[in-house]
């Protein structure tokens, strides 16, 4: 069990990252790099901070479930695709070395950052470079990567999604986040489940982090209506390239 400074730094980036979670994205940003600094190896630390935001990816399925049709071939295809990415992305996660996802880290949370703060140009990015060669099975492995991406670490996973809708269907804005978000909840369940299967979550830590994202959340969504996004966005991806800096010269320059 953490010490009472680290239980609240956990809570606070909780908190925070709930908030940012419902405001704008990269609430890992917030939770990830707080686990590792309260003493969690680089693996369980990724593991508990998708754990304590995945109640609030669940959380909103819920009202937009019914936004989108189960019955269709590409929906049902789509969901497959990310519970098999999903898991594989989470076992890759539990069979990788402390040390060696250590000096993943840096690169991830770069991968992530520049997803964040580029995310409008990332679907006109993929368009230009596929648009023409647009054929089902190159969707579907983006897809399945990005589920592999989503339940190794995840960061970003909503820019990816909505990127790959935007190149390769003609679905409205409102269903392809709607799907977006029963994708990315359902891959995030199975991700979880095989943390918890596989002892890789740190639950003193994880649980004290979730009990600050709930009521971050909560306040994300009280926020959203009286906050400019942008400006959080912009908050947001400061703190994100700087999380990056510092991770980098951690483990590259700091580690022996």
Known sequence: MPDALHML???????????????????????????????????????????????GRVAAVV??????????????????????????????????AQRAFMFIVPWLLLFATALFLFSHHVGSWLHRALGQRAHGWLQRLLEFAAAVYGGYFGAGLGVIMLSIYAVFTDMTPNIANALKNVVTALLLTIAVSIFVVSGGIVWGAALITLAGAVPGGWLGGWLSARVNPQLMRGIIGVAAVLLTVWYFYKVYFLTP
Not at 16 to 40: I, K, R, S, V, Y
Not at 76 to 87: E, F, K, S, V
């Open 9 to 55: 730094m956990l809570f606070a980036a909780g908190l925070l990252g709930g908030a940012a979670n419902a405001l704008a994205g990269g609430g890992t940003f917030f939770t990830f790099p707080a686990l590792l600094e309260a003493g969690l190896p680089p693996v369980s630390a990724s593991a508990s901070s998708t754990f304590s935001l995945w109640g």
């Open 63 to 96: 009202p937009q479930w019914r936004v989108i049709d189960v019955r269709q071939r590409s929906v049902r295809a789509r969901i497959i695709t990310a519970a098999l990415g999903g898991a594989t992305g989470a076992v890759l996660l539990m069979s990788t």
